[in-house]
């Protein structure tokens, strides 16, 4: 049965729009715990405009199940993750200037400074997911470096125009699951995922994990955090 892991970048955006101290996503992540997430994500970003490194540390402290930081490939954050030691390091491209994460890393050419990066978190004790598109040679180099698991980007199936489009984009993710599940990685989904386009994954059982926040973020500003964990968490669990 697939997991929910919640991103609670979005709340601490929230925060940050005041500079304040609320909503703390220190909250928010207890919360989404409590009505049913298996995992929690935060994306520590070089610039930090949403999560701060005291909410990193907090997290390490209160999460009770998984804590996945989502980091850049760099020194600085391979030495925040070595001394945090999260459960999971996801492994994503970074640019200061987009709005969110716009694709998948390129293991491919950049694949030797990858392959250092992921011994070094492993070295700590740490999981290594490599957040990356569904094309085969990418999931061959993330195996290829030894990563623990890839994260496939879903979010150019999200963002689909018409339903021609989103089914050649859904049927290229499936096969990369395939592929990456048939060389051994384990294998999780995200990136746009929302509580109706969730649903067309119903029977890729190959997949442990779907990790949203926006969509979730989103309704929980309508009808509370509480009820849009646990929407999404049901969903997850029928799929």
Known sequence: MARLSVNVDHIATLRQARGGVEPDPVAAAALAELAGAEGIIVHLREDRRH????????LKETVKTKLNLEMAATEEMIRIAG??????????????QELTTEGGLDVVGQKEHIAQAVKSL???????????????EQIQAAKDIGADFVEIHTGHYAEARTDEEADRLFKKIAAGVKTAAGLGLRVNLGHGLNYVNIRRFAGLTEVEEYSIGHSIISKAVLVGLDRAVRDMAELVRSL
């Not at 492993?122 to 085969?136: G, N, R, T, Y």
């Open 51 to 58: 999560i701060q490194d005291r909410d990193l540390r907090l």
């Open 83 to 96: 001394k945090t030691r999260p459960y999971m390091s996801t492994m994503v491209p970074e640019k200061r």
């Open 122 to 136: 492993q070295e700590a004790d740490i999981l290594v997911s490599l957040f990356i598109d569904a094309e085969p």
